[in-house]
């Protein structure tokens, strides 16, 4: 799509398999010296078969070049749904603003800025000899924002804080987490309730950030305490709905960032955000339409710049309650009724990537069986002798969808499926109605929806937040004892080869049993005007990092400068 300008050393395609770690009693993986960059096991994350499209490469710019003319401050457009607290302690402080506040305004122990990579962060060694019992050593040059010292005591409280409020984003990352202890000043142990080789992915985690006692205890009922961090930048301003404003902080342990300081504005109306970054109200976005990708990549001045997502667009089934939708034939009826061709290109345009085979498993989850799989074909007249053997009898359905190109997919499947003889309307909701709606709910009516399913990179992280009973985003109200039994043994093994057959069991059972149907890959467009630099795109929208972002004006044409 375009050329792609250089960003700042790293891509991020984060949360992939946790090692960076001592061997077992028995090894299974590699010993890497303490607390140095160490790489997965080659067998934890097989290469893609030659059916499987290239993705496109995640966008890494550099640094500023020498003589670069800095702009002091940069707009950027974030999520379009409002965010009514900013605090990862908080059930409402999640969606793509929140993820990218947080990664401004605090540190956590480690990053990882490609699969199975893990790099020094607040901590600057780690290790364990079981995946049980994990240490990790701190930096003893970190401040927080209101000038205290961080030690190991900031890293415990935050644990067990986190520990104590189900249901928000910090509580899920702390989870597997039985004990954690301050050895000393800078050292702190983890205790697992059982091993878990993905620990260091759950660390390197958004959600997993360090934040200070003091500033808590101050003032506990004002969820503003959660500002205080250790990151690059500190909040100055925050209006739910409208925007978060940033400044540099300049005692930083990595150094200033180069960007004195950053808006983050919410635009509801979508067509808004084209003629913001045109007129030059802001210079990078983090969505917009297709059209819109289409008329800035045509452009001179601008840079589209493209991460694939590792999740897919999916066409998702209540699995547990509703007769017709728990009922194999209908489903297979479904299946065969859809063009997921079509699909794709109502939705996204060019900027999708349809499904190569029959394999719903994330594009860059681990152990995904490339290839293995065929593709559900388009065939109308297998569609109706599926549904003729159904429990379905004509009754009008629903869809629920969000956004702004799930419903265009949605109304496409409406008329699709019209032609087998099923009959659905379409829900399109507010994103923030839909999630609500959406959430695990042994006794929900909903039907089917459509929206992104599952694709973490980490094994572990897509089966624990997608498709395991109980947890906030198992949209798909999954509560299947084999099925929960696998991915309960997948998570307390540490063994590659038995990891991989477990994986391998999982995607087959979800091939016969079709508990959701992949009929995209949306390409991620992330509009920039020339000169923005310094950002990490990869396989996981929430993550997409801005610390070291800046903006060379010498690359910007001068209607758009400031």
Same mark, same amino acid.
């Given at each position: 799509?375009?050329?792609?300008?250089p960003?700042?050393?790293?891509?991020c395609?984060l949360?992939a398999?946790?090692s960076g770690?001592k061997s077992d009693?028995?090894?299974t993986?590699?010993a890497?010296?303490? /607390?140095? !960059?160490?790489?997965?096991p080659?067998?934890?994350?097989?290469a893609?078969?030659?059916?499987a499209?290239a993705?496109?490469?995640?966008v890494?710019p550099?640094?500023?070049v020498?003589?670069?003319?800095?702009a002091?401050?940069?707009?950027?457009?974030?999520?379009?749904?409002?965010?009514?607290?900013?605090?990862?302690f908080?059930a409402a402080? +999640?969606?793509?603003?929140a993820s990218?506040?947080?990664l401004?305004?605090?540190?956590?122990?480690?990053e990882?800025?490609?699969?199975?990579?893990?790099?020094?962060?607040?901590a600057t060694r780690?290790?364990t000899?079981d995946?049980l019992?994990?240490?990790?050593?701190?930096r003893d040059?970190v401040?927080?924002?209101?000038?205290?010292?961080?030690?190991?005591?900031d890293?415990?409280?935050t644990?067990q804080?986190?520990q104590?409020?189900p249901?928000t984003p !910090?509580?899920?990352?702390?989870?597997?987490v039985? +004990?954690?202890e301050? #050895?000393?000043a800078y050292t702190?142990?983890f205790?697992?309730?059982?091993p878990?080789?993905?620990?260091?992915?759950?660390v390197?985690?958004?959600?997993?950030?360090?934040y200070s006692? @003091?500033a *808590?205890?101050?003032?506990?009922d004002d969820p503003?305490? !959660?500002? #205080?961090g250790t990151?690059?930048?500190?909040v +100055?301003g925050?209006s739910?709905?409208?925007?978060?404003?940033?400044?540099?902080?300049?005692?930083?342990?990595?150094?200033?960032a180069?960007t004195?300081?950053?808006?983050l504005?919410?635009?509801?109306?979508?067509s808004?955000?084209?003629?913001?970054?045109?007129?030059?109200?802001?210079?990078?976005?983090?969505?917009?339409?297709?059209?819109?990708?289409?008329?800035?990549?045509?452009s001179?001045d601008?840079?589209?710049?493209?991460?694939?997502p590792?999740?897919p667009?999916v066409?998702?089934?209540?699995?547990?309650?509703?007769?017709?939708?728990m009922?194999p034939?209908? @489903?297979?009826?479904?299946?065969h009724?859809?063009?997921?061709?079509?699909?794709?290109?109502?939705?996204y345009?060019r900027?999708?990537?349809?499904p190569?085979d029959g394999?719903?498993w994330?594009?860059?989850t681990?152990?995904?069986m490339?290839g293995v799989?065929?593709?559900?074909?388009?065939d #109308?007249?297998?569609a109706?002798?599926?549904l003729?053997?159904?429990?379905?009898n004509g009754e009008?359905?629903?869809i629920?969808?969000?956004?702004d190109a799930?419903p265009?997919?949605?109304?496409?499947?409406?008329?699709q499926? !019209?032609?087998a003889?099923?009959?659905?309307?379409?829900?399109?909701?507010?994103?923030?109605d839909?999630v609500?709606s959406m959430s695990?709910n042994?006794?929900?009516?909903?039907q089917?929806h459509c929206?992104?399913?599952?694709?973490?990179?980490?094994v572990n992280?897509a089966?624990r937040?997608n498709?395991?009973?109980g947890?906030?985003?198992?949209?798909?109200?999954l509560?299947?004892?084999?099925?929960?039994?696998?991915?309960e043994?997948?998570?307390?093994?540490?063994?590659h080869?038995?990891r991989?057959a477990?994986? *391998?069991?999982?995607?087959?059972?979800?091939y016969?049993?079709?508990?959701?149907?992949?009929?995209?890959w949306?390409?991620?467009?992330?509009p920039?005007?020339?000169g923005?630099?310094?950002i990490?795109?990869?396989p996981l929208?929430?993550?997409?990092d801005?610390? /070291? #972002?800046?903006?060379?004006?010498n690359?910007?044409?001068?209607?758009?400068?400031?």
């Open positions: 799509m375009k050329k792609l300008l960003i700042l050393l790293a891509a395609m949360v398999f946790a770690c009693p028995e090894p993986t590699p890497p010296a303490p /607390g140095n !960059a160490s790489s997965a080659a067998s934890s994350a097989p893609p078969a030659s059916s499209p993705s496109p490469a995640p890494v550099e640094a500023p020498e003589g670069a003319n800095l002091e401050h940069i707009d950027v457009i974030g999520d379009s749904g409002a965010l009514s607290v900013l605090n990862p908080v402080g +999640t969606g793509q603003n990218l506040s947080y401004l305004v605090a540190d956590r122990l480690l990882q800025p490609s699969p199975g990579v893990f790099e020094p962060q607040l780690w290790e000899d995946y019992t994990f240490r990790f050593y701190l040059d401040y927080f924002h209101n000038g205290d010292h961080m030690t190991a005591d890293v415990v409280w644990v804080f986190a104590a409020e249901g !910090a509580f899920n990352q702390w989870t597997s039985k +004990t954690v301050a #050895i000393d702190v142990e205790v697992l309730n059982s878990n080789i993905d620990f260091y992915g759950e390197s985690q958004t959600a997993a950030d360090i006692k @003091r *808590h205890d101050e003032n506990p503003s305490w !959660a500002w #205080i990151g690059p930048f500190k +100055t925050f739910t709905s409208d925007y978060i404003s940033f400044e540099r902080f300049e005692e930083h342990w990595s150094g200033p180069p004195k300081s950053l808006t504005w919410t635009i509801p109306e979508l808004t955000r084209a003629i913001m970054m045109q007129t030059g109200a802001a210079q990078l976005s983090f969505y917009m339409p297709p059209e819109d990708l289409d008329l800035l990549d045509d001179p601008f840079t589209v710049h493209t991460a694939q590792s999740h667009g066409l998702g089934f209540n699995n547990m309650g509703d007769a017709i939708m009922d034939y209908f @489903r297979l009826a479904v299946a009724a859809i063009d997921v061709d079509d699909l794709g290109v109502v939705a345009g900027w999708h990537v349809a190569w394999n719903g994330g594009s860059s681990e152990y995904r490339d799989f065929p593709r559900r074909e388009h #109308i007249e297998l109706k002798e599926y003729a053997q159904s429990v379905y009008t359905l629903s629920v969808a969000t956004l799930y265009k997919a949605a109304e496409l499947m409406q008329y499926l !019209a032609e003889g099923i009959i659905v309307e379409v829900d399109v909701r507010e994103i923030f839909f609500s695990y042994p006794d929900s009516d909903k089917m929206f992104s399913g599952p694709g973490d990179p980490s992280a089966m937040y498709l395991y009973p947890t906030f985003s198992n949209w798909l109200n509560n299947n004892d084999w099925l929960t039994g696998r991915i043994a997948l998570w307390a093994s540490v063994d080869a038995e991989e477990i994986a *391998h069991e999982i995607q087959e059972w979800i016969e049993d079709i508990p959701f149907i992949a009929l995209f949306q390409l991620q467009g992330i920039a005007v020339n923005i630099g310094g990490r795109l990869g929208t929430f993550l997409y801005m610390r /070291g #972002i800046y903006w060379d004006l690359e910007t044409p001068e209607h758009l400068r400031p």
